[in-house]
């Protein structure tokens, strides 16, 4: 069965300082993973997704993701955070019935 | 554009009560899912639809029912709430997968807060 990992429940850093998440998983076959974030009281967000080609994936509002198969890992990355990245963001793999495990997440905090 | 529509937003009930959340897409898409969060434990799965008037299980399907009747609308059910069930509920929609559409992120509704006392 496929799953991700999320190593860390929190984050921290200051604002304009690069920001890193995350995340290893685990599958059989081909790799299909997101990023989602979560801000207070709402739903997930889409930020971005690796299919195949290009290990570096750049998805919405300057985040980024570098997919590494020798190391299982996809770790989100911004260059430089902002407050407002201030979330919970999910890691997530989809499986070959198309449904998708989470991982547990983890809480961003940017500090002014 | 609506997106992804969860009601109601805030519920609390007592223990063995029943409720039904209610999801709507108006996006045209043919699989929609339930999850529960809860602290710590990220998002879990507990039923699913692949189209209209099919359900299936996930990974935490006991005490839920579910039904697809119309393809816009999703809707989850518990029969004797159990305050185990208390925790935040998700509506997702997908496209189909139909040429890319298996690789398409899911869409989520805002999430049904409910509390059993």
């Known amino acids: 069965a496929q799953s991700v990992a999320q190593p860390e429940d929190q984050v921290n850093v200051a604002e304009g300082n690069p920001l890193t998440v995350k995340c290893t998983y685990s599958?059989?076959?081909?790799?299909?993973l997101f990023w989602y974030v979560q801000y207070p009281n709402r739903g997930l967000q889409f930020l971005l997704k690796?299919?195949?080609?290009?290990?570096l994936v750049k998805g919405s509002y300057g985040f980024e993701a570098e997919f590494n198969k020798s190391q299982t890992s996809f770790h989100l990355k911004k260059p430089s955070a902002l407050v407002s990245d201030s979330a919970l963001y999910f890691c997530a793999v989809r499986d070959m019935n198309y449904k998708l495990s989470f991982g547990a997440g983890t809480t961003v905090t940017v500090r002014a | 554009n609506a997106g992804v529509t969860q009601t109601p937003k805030f519920r609390v009930l007592k223990t063995g009560q029943s409720m039904t959340l209610l999801c709507a897409q108006d996006?045209?898409?043919?699989?929609m899912y339930w999850y529960r969060q809860d602290p710590g434990m990220g998002l879990r799965l507990i039923h699913y639809s692949v189209g209209e008037g099919t359900t299936a299980k996930g990974e935490v399907p006991d005490g839920y029912n579910v039904s697809r009747l119309k393809k816009q609308n999703f809707l989850l059910g518990l029969e004797s709430a159990a305050p185990s069930q208390t925790s935040v509920y998700f509506c997702?929609?997908?496209?189909?997968?139909?040429?890319?559409?298996?690789?398409?992120?899911?869409?989520f509704g805002d999430g049904t807060r409910l509390s059993i006392l």
């Open positions: 690796y299919i195949t080609g290009d290990n």
């Open positions: 599958v059989s076959g081909n790799p299909y």
């Open positions: 996006m045209n898409h043919e699989y």
């Open positions: 997702a929609s997908r496209i189909g997968r139909g040429g890319q559409g298996s690789n398409q992120p899911q869409h």
